[in-house]
DNA sequence: CGCTGTCTTGATCACTATCAAACCGAGTGG
DNA sequence: CCACTCGGTTTGATAGTGATCAAGACAGCG
């Protein structure tokens, strides 16, 4: 029922760095259980006081935050691999709402693993590190699209994002992968409205470049997108599993 | 000429967090020595692979990166305190540009003071986390700004964020903090025009909110702004002090 | 003193939000 | 089997926030 860290699914992809058995033995010592959660259920709240961190197994959820007035920003989405829980579990509480977006399973530590990562492993601690990082980075491109480009130039940006992050996690068949995401979650994703990011999924259907239909996204045209998003489709570096 | 960690002016303002006399030795250790820099000079700059990391001991500066269209957005602003250089050091090259806009002082480490905190001090290697933690929650916060906030909402937290900092840090005199941004960072930071943010100041002085003038920046009224800009007054919370 | 950089203000434009309504597939229940 | 609802998507019409264009003010400076 519960996947041992030795036959983790995940550990083989492209987009993980490899890991020592030794590395494996201790990230199993530190792992409790296993979460199942379905669609649109929330894991962590805004404000909440997490014990507990996680990796997603399976599955595709999202980070969002509300204003007071109620308009929603969504930070990042989440895919397999990734760690959920880490500034609640070093700053007290969670500054955003960790969701669900279809079933996921979760890998679930407890909050205590942290600190013995700290004494005990250096390399693990750098590797929260490095997470931690990679993630700032990430922010800050998000950033910069949200606060520096066109509605155009947002849109292909973050097809071009979701295209290769699913990509090296081998979760495209053909041209296509799972969406189970709305268009609402992207527009809150881009700080456009709902209306005006249809519109503009629906110019790059029309171009052919890329198909968002029935929860699956097709890519025709990878470097097309790209370049209208100025950015690249260079593969992501590996990352370090928790 | 160089400052001592022991006799770091810093250390005693109520926004950083209480260090042991082991703490403060071992980041004396570590400082190899200290950099003056003029405003307008770029610290760091994107793609670079930074060899060292720095502390800012006084002054500010702010962090940017550019699009390929020329578009640019500052990320964050930098205050006395702030640790510059985490992202190249850790992820081998920088995903920003730093500069100054200040005459600025900074303490200068050596990149590999980062590996021997891990293996050494789990207590100083924690602190790292917090940073870039609480880093990445700036950044989300930011992010929600740009996405969500209108212009109005976006200059006020904006102008909030900077005074509570500024405040903290014990850099106002009076009702006035020095402001050495130009007009144009703030724009860019909040993915706004000049012209536009300008106006949108002018409208805060016009109904004595705040008066940013000649290089300094007045809050007459730091409650209603955070109102409009949907945040709260409330002090940052201690962080650790590298 | 002209030059340059920054701030300021006014006029105009357009990208994107908002409003409104129809559509569509999947349930659900009579 | 059909009417009905419901969440999500799609499309059209209209409005507005904020961008862009333009020009003047002002200070610092070679």
Redesign the pocket.
Known sequence: MVTRCDACPLRGRSLFADMSDEEVRQTQRFKVGELTVEAGTPILTEGAHSAQLFTVLSGVGLRHKVLQNGRRHVLTFLFPGDLIGLQGAVMGEMGHTVEARSRMRLCVFDRQALWNFFGNSPSRSYDLIWIAATEEHFMGEALVTVGQR???ESVAWALVKLWKRAATLEMTDGAAMPMPF???DLADAL??????T??T??KFRERQLAVW?DGRLQVNDLETLARIGMTDTAPPKPRPLL
Do not use: F
């Open positions: 066109t509605a155009e709305k268009q609402q700080g456009l409205s709902l209306v005006h249809n519109k999924l629906a239909r």
